[in-house]
């Protein structure tokens, strides 16, 4: 069974406009963490941000939100103020108490001009 | 500080021939991660080091893969022989204990490509 979900392939999203990244997970473990990364064409993989399943509010990271929802077991990305260095693909990923990662397969985001 | 280094970004050898493939963690790092992704799919766990022992290589695909970290430093990852399955991006991350979420800092990747 897919433990990350990701279930946009592809998206396309005007300049300065907001955009949500979905991310659903599973788990039976209590403890786990939740993250998002951006690869861009580039290739490496870059940290955006972290959400661990004991906080209690929303992890926010400059223009970067996760809207964590917990009893839904969402993680979804929020990217406010669009730009288009935004274009890449992004990851979400959980840990659980083993420590690996785990990854959905990704979103690859289009910013437009 | 330097980040998490791998080498070579590319690497592209014929099926049966040998690769080693080479990640320097940021310096301090007791956890070293090895990862890949094939085309179109999702970027899997290899295996996990803590300094120079193995902690977990449930992900290691087949006999064929061989990860080393000598001294709990730089960690190499050699497959002999390479198949054509084996061509994907193998990425490397590293942490260190003691933070309460445990970032994974990865590195850029290595792209092999088997013909």
């Known amino acids: 069974a897919q433990k990350i979900t990701q279930t946009q392939p592809g998206m396309f999203v005007q300049e300065k406009e907001a955009v949500t990244l979905d991310c659903t997970y599973d788990t039976s473990d209590p403890s786990y963490g939740l993250f998002w990364y951006k690869q861009p064409s580039s290739g490496e993989m870059i940290f955006l941000i972290y959400?661990?399943?004991?906080?209690?509010q929303n992890a926010t990271e400059g223009r970067y939100s996760l809207n964590f929802q917990k009893a839904r077991k969402s993680a979804n990305l929020v990217i406010s103020a669009s730009q288009l260095g935004d274009s890449a693909m992004y990851f979400c990923?959980?840990?659980?108490?083993?420590?690996?990662?785990?990854f959905g397969k990704g979103t690859r985001l289009h910013i437009l001009p | 500080e330097a980040g998490v280094t791998q080498f070579p970004s590319h690497s592209v050898i014929e099926k049966g021939q040998t690769v080693t493939l080479r990640c320097d963690p940021i310096s301090g790092h007791d956890n070293l991660y090895w990862y890949r992704r094939v085309m179109g799919k999702e970027i899997k766990f290899l295996l996990h080091f803590v300094k120079e022992s193995k902690q977990d290589e449930s992900g290691m695909p087949n006999n064929r893969f061989l990860a080393e970290r000598t001294g709990g430093t730089y960690s190499t990852l050699k497959v002999q022989p390479a198949e054509l399955e084996d061509s994907g991006v193998y990425f490397c991350a590293s942490s260190q204990e003691g933070y309460s979420y445990n970032e994974q800092f990865f590195g850029p990747g290595t792209r092999l490509t088997v013909l």
């Open positions: 990923a959980m840990r659980e108490v083993d420590d690996k990662i785990i």
């Open positions: 959400q661990g399943s004991y906080d209690q």
